[in-house]
T-cell receptor, first 111, second 114 residues
């Protein structure tokens, strides 16, 4: 079973920030939070990951609460092309454990 | 650029037939994975391999087998296909030395079992 809980769907207006929440209350100290997205029926694509500090890259920002039990993926200016299923995953960074994908959140960006 | 390729991209077959799905990668990664995705559901892990001599079952390995012929190739077989194996199948790779632990996915194979 996935160790994360995400809302099944969300809507966001084009140009606005999309904030996707994820609960991971049983996260271990050596586990990272990863975010992937899957556009239509393509293979999932890595977005960002973090341990405890907030992270930002060219795609998104990741905000992790101080107790690490939840996080939020932020797409600062959502476009129609950001419409996808977003998966929040917790896993060790060693690569010895395959990623476990839950059902994710289906984000619909609306014009 | 197609670092991870899957063949065929689409396949329709009949119940009881043996089917092989192939995955090739040019990324030089040791780790390879097979997932299946059913409509409205996330990806579920079937098998994974950390190197040529290593094969591990995932959460839904029953009815499937795999072969790691080389570092670059990882095949998934359905010995006797059944309709509930109709799904979208993804292959993925990762580099154990990658600090991001990022997985790279192929384009998927859509399999229909009649």
């Amino acid at each position: 079973d996935a160790k994360t809980t995400q809302p099944p769907s969300m809507d966001c207006a084009e140009g606005r920030a999309a904030n996707l929440p994820c609960n991971h209350s049983t996260i271990s100290g050596n586990e990272y939070v990863y975010w992937y997205r899957q556009i239509h029926s393509q293979g999932p694509q890595y977005i960002i990951h973090g341990l405890k500090n907030n992270e930002t890259n060219e795609m998104a920002s990741l905000i992790i609460t101080e107790d690490r039990k939840s996080s939020t993926l932020i797409l600062p200016h959502a476009t129609l092309r950001d419409t996808a299923v977003y998966y929040c995953i917790v896993a060790r960074n060693s690569g010895n454990t395959p990623l476990v994908f839950g059902k994710g959140t289906r984000l619909s960006v609306i014009a | 650029d197609a670092d991870v390729t899957q063949t065929p991209r689409n396949r329709i077959t009949k119940t009881g037939k043996r089917i092989m799905l192939e995955c090739s990668q040019t990324k030089g990664h040791d780790r390879m994975y097979w997932y299946r995705q059913d409509p409205g559901l996330g990806l579920r892990l079937i098998y994974y391999s950390f190197d040529v001599k290593d094969i591990n079952k995932g959460e839904i390995s029953d009815g499937y087998s795999v072969s790691r012929q080389a570092q670059a190739k990882f095949s998934l077989s359905l010995e006797s296909a059944i309709p509930n194996q109709t799904a979208l199948y993804f292959c993925a790779t990762s580099d154990p030395d990658d600090t991001y632990n990022e997985q790279f996915f192929g384009p998927g194979t859509r399999l229909t079992v009649l």
